[in-house]
T-cell receptor, first 114, second 113 residues
Framework: AQSVTQPDIHITVSEGASLELRCNYS??????LFWYVQSPGQGLQLLLK??????LVQGIKGFEAEFKRSQSSFNLRKPSVHWSDAAEYFC????????????FGKGTHLIIQP | DVKVTQSSRYLVKRTGEKVFLECVQD?????MFWYRQDPGLGLRLIYF???????EKGDIPEGYSVSREKKERFSLILESASTNQTSMYLC????????????FGPGTRLTVT
């Protein structure tokens, strides 16, 4: 079975600073990887996804993520964070079968300092 | 734009009550999912459905059941609510060919007293 680890429960970043959120997955075959963001009291919004091809993927709101098969990682990055980026971020892995649910990490809570 | 709606944003029920959480999607997606979200535990899959009248157990189905009578609607049922079912419930949908990309509703925060 697949699993996802987000090692950082909380991260605090100053506004304007760069951001990297870590995600490690465990899955025996080619993973389908996702990053979602959840603002307080809201559902989850897809930031970006990786299925195949270029290992650096671009998403919405200026986010990008890099798939590194050798490290089983899919870290999320943003060069300069804004106060509105404060939210909960979830990494998820799918098996490619569209009918299956995704396996989510436990989330990283991002705090932005002024 | 895909839209997934859930019948209530907030719900308060008493222990032992039968509770229905409704989810509707408007993009003709084949697959629908119910998750619960708890602090420190992330999202956990309760049930999913890949077709009308079809359902599959997820990781934590105990105490829950589901119904999918129409393609656009997926209901989560708590037969006899208990306090440990107090949680945020999220519904999602996806296309069969989407490699798992899911669209989420806004969530229902259920409190069982």
């Amino acid at each position: 079975a697949q699993s996802v680890t987000q090692p950082d429960i909380h991260i605090t970043v100053s506004e304007g600073a760069s951001l990297e959120l870590r995600c490690n997955y465990s899955y025996g075959a080619t993973p389908y990887l996702f990053w979602y963001v959840q603002s307080p009291g809201q559902g989850l919004q897809l930031l970006l996804k990786y299925f195949s091809g270029d290992t650096l993927v671009q998403g919405i709101k200026g986010f990008e993520a890099e798939f590194k098969r050798s490290q089983s990682s899919f870290n999320l990055r943003k060069p300069s964070v804004h106060w509105s980026d404060a939210a909960e971020y979830f990494c998820a892995v799918g098996t490619g079968g569209g009918a299956d649910g995704l396996t989510f990490g436990k989330g990283t809570h991002l705090i932005i300092q002024p | 734009d895909v839209k997934v709606t859930q019948s209530s944003r907030y719900l308060v029920k008493r222990t032992g009550e039968k509770v229905f959480l409704e989810c509707v999607q408007d993009m003709d997606h084949e697959n629908m999912f119910w998750y619960r979200q708890d602090p420190g535990l992330g999202l956990r899959l309760i049930y999913f459905s890949y077709d009308v009248k079809m359902k599959e157990k997820g990781d934590i189905p105990e105490g829950y059941s589901v119904s999918r009578e129409k393609k656009e609607r997926f209901s989560l049922i708590l037969e006899s609510a208990s306090t440990n079912q107090t949680s945020m419930y999220l519904c999602a949908s996806s296309l069969r060919t989407s490699y798992g990309e899911q669209y989420f509703g806004p969530g229902t925060r259920l409190t069982v007293t």
